[in-house]
C-alpha cells in the first residue's frame, strides 16, 4: 500500500500513461499477427506459383516483410517501456509532475534504447525464429 495520497490530478494522469502503454502493447502484438498472416499469405501465393521462374520473390518478400515487422514491433516495445518508466517516475514522485505524456530526451530514466527493445525474448525469438524459417526454405527448396 502507497503511504503516498495522489491527487485526483495525478492519478488521471496516470491513467492516461497507463492508456497509452496499453496502446503500445496492443500494437505490438498486432505486429506480431500481421506479420504471421501477411508471411503465411506470401508463402501460400508462393506454393501456388512454384512452377514460375521468379515465384521465389514471394519468399525473398516474406523475409523483407519479417524484417520490417520486427523493426516496428521492437519500437513499440521501446515505446511501451518508455511510458512504463514515466508512470513509475510519476508515481515515485508525483508532486514533481508536470502533467505531460512527452519522453524527454534530456531524462535519461525515461530513455530505452531500440537494442534493449531488439534484444528483448518477446521480439527476437519469433521474427528469427521466422526468417530462419524463410531463409532455410530459400536455401533448400528453391
Not at 521501446?78 to 505524456?101: A, I, Q
Amino acid at each position: 500500500m502507497p503511504t503516498v495520497k495522489y491527487s485526483d490530478d495525478v492519478r488521471q494522469h496516470l491513467l492516461f500513461i497507463q492508456g497509452v502503454i496499453t496502446r503500445m502493447n496492443s500494437n505490438s502484438f498486432s505486429m506480431k499477427g500481421w506479420m504471421v498472416a501477411i508471411v503465411c499469405a506470401l508463402f501460400a501465393v508462393y506454393a501456388s506459383n512454384s512452377a514460375a521462374d521468379a515465384a521465389y520473390l514471394y519468399i525473398i518478400a516474406a523475409l523483407v516483410a519479417d524484417v520490417l515487422f520486427f523493426f516496428l514491433d521492437a519500437y513499440y516495445l521501446k515505446m511501451e517501456k518508455e511510458y512504463r518508466n514515466l508512470y513509475v517516475k510519476v508515481s515515485m514522485h508525483p508532486e514533481e509532475t508536470d502533467f505531460m505524456m512527452r519522453i524527454d530526451k534530456n531524462d535519461k530514466g525515461l530513455k530505452v534504447s531500440l537494442w534493449k527493445a531488439i534484444k528483448s525474448p518477446s521480439v527476437w525469438i519469433l521474427y528469427s525464429a521466422m526468417a530462419l524459417l524463410l531463409v532455410g526454405f530459400l536455401i533448400f527448396f528453391v
